[in-house]
């Protein structure tokens, strides 16, 4: 399978319609760019989700809030567009969002660990902007993204990007085979500092903005806060227990812990521990040492795959998008359910995360961690 490093289709691309997601930083300005030049009839595209960075957060102006799809945000792609020339649109998906967030919090109730950048790529960016190509004729779907896309002989398959530091292949799992096939990645050959090069070519001024590192939703980054608003059940105090069942401790409620977590227990045992699980059923906190959180066999649901494999097959897993692959070997079953048996145990396979299997750099498929055991 051939790999096209600029993510060119097989035809010319001029009068060949795209729709870009333009977040207004500077990975999908670049881009919107690069496909403009390129020849293509770019038309660009921003998501009004209806979020604002807090001004705590935010003391000077809002800009720098490492977030995304602020008004400032939206100002910066409104920017690029017309330096291009291109057709530009702000989509209202604050309902759509707002149902993201939900998302979020009801995991967190129900002592899991949710990806919301996931479920974004999945229902909003590669969802409802797939339904907006299809409505103003554009074949194709682009964004920012740190991946890559190969096409050849009828197949599409999604590789990791050239630059594996910065690769976003992990959150792209979920995307459906139909919108694959439409989907392209201008930027995946290029590392970051390639990309802020071209952005300073096309005579950007986002050319050195910082990056979106938050959640945008959460710039503050306390989720808890987030939970409370929405599932305030989340918060009832109850028993922090050890790996025997015995109590040594309180907390305030499941919302405020994870898999793996080591700060913010306020539980003195005379050596470091960490969450090593939470209970919604019992409202009850396990903590434990760290090598209670190695385990070999994960179980997954909601999966999905975006190549053929057989029912039985090696891969390099992730079980976290900051993970380093790990050898081990999946067992597809019925019901949309695997199981996947490391080599090596792995540290705190977190349920409510994504868990993502890879030949090489292509990326096999995915699911949604449910449990894991020694």
């Not at 902007?129 to 779907?141: K, L, M, T």
């Amino acid at each position: 399978m051939v790999s096209f490093g600029n993510n060119k289709p097989d035809h010319a691309a001029e009068r060949t319609r795209v729709v870009v997601a333009m977040s207004g930083g500077v990975d999908s300005s670049v881009a919107a760019c690069l496909l403009h030049e390129q020849g293509y009839d770019v038309v660009g595209l921003f998501m009004r989700v209806g979020v604002e960075a807090p001004p705590e957060a935010n003391p000077a102006s809002g800009r720098n809030h490492q977030g995304c799809c602020s008004a400032a945000d939206a100002g910066d792609a409104r920017f690029v567009a017309g330096k291009l020339g291109i057709p530009f649109f702000a989509l209202n998906f604050e309902k759509d969002f707002d149902e993201l967030i939900d998302y979020f919090a009801d995991e967190y109730a129900a002592a899991r660990t949710p990806n919301p950048c996931v479920m974004c790529n999945h229902k909003l960016k590669f969802g409802k902007v797939a339904d907006y190509a299809d409505a103003v004729g554009a074949q194709y779907i682009a964004t920012g993204h740190y991946a890559r896309v190969c096409r050849e002989g009828g197949q599409t398959a999604l590789l990791r990007a050239v630059d594996q530091r910065k690769d976003q292949s992990y959150v792209l799992f979920g995307l459906r085979p139909q919108v694959l096939d439409r989907v392209m990645f201008p930027i995946g050959h290029l590392n970051k500092d390639e990309v802020r090069a071209e952005a300073r070519r096309f005579g950007l001024p986002v050319s050195d903005k910082p990056d979106s590192v938050d959640i945008c939703f959460v710039p503050d980054r306390d989720y808890a806060r987030v939970v409370r608003e929405r599932r305030p059940d989340a918060f009832t105090e109850g028993d922090v227990v050890d790996e025997k069942g015995q109590v040594v401790g309180r907390h305030e409620g499941i919302g405020h812990f994870t898999v793996g977590q080591r700060r913010g227990l306020g539980i003195a045992m005379g050596l470091p521990i960490y969450v090593t699980g939470v209970s919604a059923e019992s409202n009850t906190i396990t903590v434990g040492q760290r090598d209670s959180l190695r385990k070999s066999t994960v179980s997954a649901d909601r999966v999905s795959m975006l190549a053929p494999t057989p029912e039985c097959f090696r891969a390099r897993v992730k079980i976290r998008y900051l993970h380093t692959p790990a050898d081990a070997t999946v067992t597809l079953e019925d019901n949309d359910r695997c199981q996947v048996v490391f080599d090596e145990p792995q540290s705190a396979p977190t349920p409510g995360q994504a868990i993502v299997f890879y030949d090489g750099d292509r990326v096999l498929g995915g699911g949604w961690i449910q449990s894991s055991s020694a």
